[in-house]
């Protein structure tokens, strides 16, 4: 569905992406993590054809991205950003249609839009403040809409940037599962995540980024592994496993005992 051979991409003299290379199939879900800086975002915004590699391929369903038409390239993938980029005192229903809008370049809009966007907002938990404009929801609730936009869309492959951010873990999880099930009706789905135990649980496939390059491709036990996070990020961690039998890592965080109030020390020594 989506193949990257390659890739480097530089910007003002800087290389911020260098021999990229991982494939996305049809039906899986795919995680791209890393530290702050690493990449993910330019990385997802060369798939999405936002801006072309300096060299290298990229090819979705088989065709080199650079070969779409715009109109074409809408009705293939979408693409959420991490820019709220509504300025427009729109509502929440209003949002979500925007999704439709590719479908409608050459059709006039008929019911069954108005019910893709409905189930959009649904599969979100977005509906019940359809009706609420949108610069007053707060950042989960407008994330749950603005991921009910792309869905609308009806692409078949999701390019989401950092999709649980603003989310609670209730939240954070109803999306994640929702692209799971996505991905198991055969959507592509690659997700930006910053969250290893989330994209451990509901990953086919993780990408691990560090400064630019590739560090793992692979399944999630294969890439969460301690040495290697420890490498990336700069801080030891420990695996134990998740009752779903998917590896669950841990930051081994120095805490200060002396940051501890005394009482709470006594307490705790109980
Ligand atoms: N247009 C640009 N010009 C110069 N540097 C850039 C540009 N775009 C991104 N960068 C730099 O490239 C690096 C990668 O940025 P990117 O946003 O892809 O990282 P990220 O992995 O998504 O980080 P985060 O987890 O913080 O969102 C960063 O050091 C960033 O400052």
Known sequence: MLEARSLRYAVG???????????????????????????????????????????????????????????????????????????????????????????????????????????????????HFATRRYQTLSGGEQSRVDLARVLAQEPRLLLLDEPTNHLDPKHQVEVLALCRRLAQMGWGVLTVLHDLNLAGLFSDRILLLHQGRVEAWGQPAEVLQPARLQAVYGLPFIQTQHPSGRPWVMPLAEVEVDAVVPQDKERLAC
């Open 13 to 127: 003299g800087k290389t911020l992406l260098e021999n990229i290379s991982f494939r996305l199939e049809a039906g899986q879900m795919l995680s791209v993590i890393g530290p702050n800086g690493a990449g993910k975002s330019t990385l997802l915004r060369l798939l999405s054809g936002e801006v072309k590699p300096d060299s290298g391929q990229i090819e979705l369903m088989g065709r080199p991205l650079a070969s779409y038409r715009p109109l074409e390239l809408a009705l293939e993938r979408a693409v959420l950003t991490q820019r709220r980029e509504i300025n427009f005192p729109f509502d929440a229903y209003e949002v979500a249609f925007l999704g439709r809008l590719p479908h409608l370049e050459r059709r006039a809009e008929n019911p069954q839009d108005h019910q893709t966007t409905e189930r959009a907002l649904s599969q979100t938990g977005a509906l």
